[in-house]
């Protein structure tokens, strides 16, 4: 059941033509309320309810050992009770403050895995989109801006791409976090991408088609697609025509 609706999404994504109309829904006046996790760190973009279970359709019992390469807060970790077999999952997160909210987290580089070639069957994962959450403003007290700098407090670590708005740079740097993420997981191996497109000066940037193209063109095929409606936030620029659904998209290495 679930193939035939994310049929219906993909044939509309494989044309790189999803014209999904924008939504008008007037920008909310209540602040979005920041959740803190741990000791007290925000977080701008974990996975949210709607995208996990998704996640979990798109996974099989041959996918026993899971890496999430942009792990934020650990979200990836609570697959493993959403599951009927069983999961062994990793994270790896650049920044101390967010990898140390999960025990099965580490600090380290998508660039650079400590990890063997092949070691896992599947990577979970959601990098960042390249929109506005990459915006390193300084902000006061009571903010109701959120930010990948604004919400862990400081300024990013060096490699970070949560500091990258969508462009070149941008694309090198996923380019190479492929190759990596590529390195890591066996021939057959599962890659669960969560991703999502955005607006920038009134147009609709193909994030989502971008990472597509660029993972068919080291050796990944495009086995399946699902569409989830989620609460993005809303506020600042642009909150009146965020793109108000997300892709969650199953490629397999073929080669
Ligand atoms: C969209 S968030 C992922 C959130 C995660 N799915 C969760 O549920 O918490 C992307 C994460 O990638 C991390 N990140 C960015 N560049 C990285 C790098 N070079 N290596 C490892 N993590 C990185 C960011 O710090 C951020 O926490």
């Known amino acids: ?47 949210s309810e709607a995208i996990l279970p998704v996640v979990v359709q798109l996974l099989r019992p041959e996918h026993k ?6 792990a934020g807060i650990g979200r990836v970790h609570s697959i493993r009770e959403l599951v009927e077999w069983e999961m062994t999952t990793v994270g790896i997160e650049l920044e101390p403050e967010w990898a140390d909210l999960h025990p099965d987290t580490r600090v380290g580089s998508a660039l650079d895995l400590p990890f063997e070639d092949g070691s896992f069957d599947a ?9 506005r ?4 403003h300084v902000a006061k007290d009571g903010s109701v801006r959120r930010s990948y700098t604004h919400d862990l407090g400081r300024t990013l670590s060096e490699g970070n791409s949560g500091s990258m708005q969508w462009g070149s740079a941008y694309r090198d740097f996923h380019r190479a976090a492929w190759l990596e993420t590529k ?6 191996g599962r890659l669960v991408l969560n991703i999502s497109d955005h607006i920038r000066r009134g147009k609709r940037q193909y994030v989502s088609s971008w990472h597509t193209t660029a993972l068919i063109a ?6 399946d697609a699902a569409r989830v409606e989620t609460t993005r ?9 965020r793109t108000p659904s997300e892709m969650v998209l199953a490629f397999d290495r073929v080669d």
């Open 1 to 47: 059941m679930i193939w035939t609706n994310l049929r219906t999404s993909f044939s509309k994504f494989a044309g790189l033509t999803d014209l999904e109309p924008m939504s008008k829904k007037p920008p909310t006046k209540k602040p979005p309320t920041k959740k803190l996790y741990g000791s007290g760190v925000a977080h701008p973009a974990v996975f």
């Open 65 to 70: 050992r899971v890496l999430d390469p942009f």
């Open 123 to 131: 990577v979970v994962t959601s990098p960042t989109y390249g929109n």
């Open 133 to 136: 959450l990459a915006d390193s």
């Open 183 to 188: 390195r890591v997981l066996r021939p057959g």
């Open 218 to 223: 080291i050796g990944f095929e495009l086995v």
């Open 233 to 241: 936030l809303r506020s600042g620029a642009n909150s009146s025509a």
